[in-house]
């Protein structure tokens, strides 16, 4: 089974400049995720999918930041304008979330490999 | 809102001897407690999960308890190899039946063969 996909796994910017990750979740698994990772920190969670709805974006900065998942498959996050303070590993996850919403036991996230993002 | 303290943040140990790693939650209503490897430059992997009906789960030599009373759950590796070398992350899920899981801050583990 092949897991999340990522990409690019490295992008270098200058501030003030749009940039867009991509993220291909598990086959099947219709929750995604978005986290933002800092150095030398845990995972942050920016934003959840079900399905195509967010439904959990409270710590998405939308001054700058948007995310579609159209199609309730493939995921964009993208930044615009980026800020010094952007830079990090974008990382993508996805599970398989059974009930509905509110009563659905947690299940295991996979990770995928993650976009490095340097912000010059 | 939920909140994960993880520590020590730094751990050596002697290859063959046991490595335990700590976490505190705040939410009494999380009931799903996940660790994650990390190495460097890679992603996150599941390496063991606990829910709250249980108090203790081990498979081969990781195992992680649970003490809902005192908000607490460790991580304890034993017999540890040098391929053990990585960073750990706990989680805890926000809420209960929330999807939201937060993250400890993470412990460098070191096994000095």
């Known amino acids: 089974e092949a897991g999340v996909v990522q990409s690019p796994r490295y992008k270098i910017i200058e501030k003030k400049q749009p940039v867009a990750f991509w993220c291909n979740p598990i086959s099947g698994h219709n929750t995604l995720y978005w986290y933002r990772q800092n150095l030398g920190q845990g995972p942050e969670l920016l934003i959840r999918?079900?399905?195509?709805?967010?439904?959990?974006d409270s710590q998405l900065p939308k001054d700058r930041f948007s995310a579609e998942r159209l199609k309730g498959v493939d995921s964009t996050l993208k930044i615009q304008p980026a800020e010094l303070g952007d830079s990090a590993v974008y990382l993508c996850?996805?599970?398989?979330?059974?009930?509905?919403?509110?009563?659905?036991?947690?299940?295991?996230?996979?990770f995928g490999p993650g976009t490095r993002l340097l912000v010059l | 809102g939920e909140n994960v303290e993880q520590h020590p943040s730094t751990l050596s140990v002697q290859e063959g001897d046991s490595a335990v790693i700590k976490c505190t939650y705040s939410d009494s209503a999380s009931n799903y407690f996940p660790w994650y490897k990390q190495e460097l430059g890679k992603r996150p992997q599941l390496i063991i999960d606990i829910r709250s009906n249980v108090g203790e789960k081990k498979d081969q030599r990781i195992a992680v308890t649970l003490n809902k009373t005192a908000k607490h759950f460790s991580l304890h590796i034993t017999e540890t190899q040098p391929e053990d070398s990585a960073v750990y992350f706990c989680a805890a899920n926000q809420g209960g039946r929330s999807q939201k899981l937060v993250f400890g801050q993470g412990t460098r583990l070191t096994i000095n063969p």
């Open positions: 999918y079900e399905n195509e709805e967010a439904v959990d």
């Open positions: 996850a996805s599970s398989q979330i059974y009930g509905s919403r509110g009563f659905a036991e947690q299940e295991t996230q996979y």
